[in-house]
Every structure is written in C-alpha cells, then in structure tokens.
C-alpha cells in the first residue's frame, strides 16, 4: 500500500511558475513508476507527465512538454512536478499517482494508488 500527499499548488498569474511534491508513504518508493494527472473542472482527467522508478525515463502530454519538468528523489520519496511559463488553460486539480511496475504510463487506468489532489490556479 502507498499514501501519496500532493502539495504545492496556489494561485499564480500566467507566465508564473510552481513546484507541485507529492510525498509518498512506504519503504518501496523506488519500486513504482510516478504520474501526474490533472482535472479541470467539467473535463476529464488527463495525463500530464510520469517518471520510471529509478528517475531515467520521462513522458510528457505535447501540452506541457517544454515547460513542465517531472522529477524524483528516492532517498525521500517524493515525486515533483516543476511547472513553468503557466497558462490559464494550466488551471486544474493536479494529482499524482503511483504505478506498481518500474515502466511508466501515461493510463491512468494502470495507475494503483492516488493522491487527493492540489489545486493550481493560473489567472491571466
């Protein structure tokens, strides 16, 4: 079983930046490949970046790519996610979640256990 914790999130004007952690719980961290996910409001939720086990392989959506940095420290089982150049359209509920195999996906479905979420607000 892995608890993971989002924070981070915040209310910032377009062009800004923010750094999303997601703090997971469990000595096996760096077993597990890491996703972020994010929700606007009356869409679906949608991939944005994920992280194999050992930090080596990275996806991103075309959406974010070039902007938007995944990375990870074993050593204290966090996952973060560097968000920069933030748009409006970046406006979402960010979650990260945590997929039981060292490969990443961009599926949520494949995804095992979520955070609660954090909310990020881009005003323009």
């Known amino acids: 079983q892995v608890q993971l914790v989002e924070s981070g999130g915040g209310l910032v004007q377009a062009g800004g930046s923010l750094r999303l952690s997601c703090a997971a719980s469990?000595?096996?961290?760096?077993?597990?490949?890491m996703g972020w996910f994010r929700q606007a409001p009356g869409k679906e939720r949608e991939f944005v970046a994920a992280i194999n086990s050992n930090g080596g392989l990275t996806y991103y959506a075309d959406s974010v790519k070039g902007r938007f940095t995944i990375s990870r420290d074993n050593a204290r089982n966090t996952v973060y996610l560097n968000l920069n150049s933030l748009k409006p359209e970046d406006t979402a509920v960010y979650y990260c979640?945590?997929?039981?195999?060292?490969?990443?996906?961009?599926?949520?479905?494949?995804?095992?256990?979520w955070g609660q979420g954090t909310q990020v607000t881009v005003s323009s």
């Open positions: 979640a945590a997929h039981r195999t060292r490969i990443p996906t961009t599926n949520s479905l494949f995804y095992d256990f």
């Open positions: 469990g000595r096996t961290f760096s077993n597990y490949a």
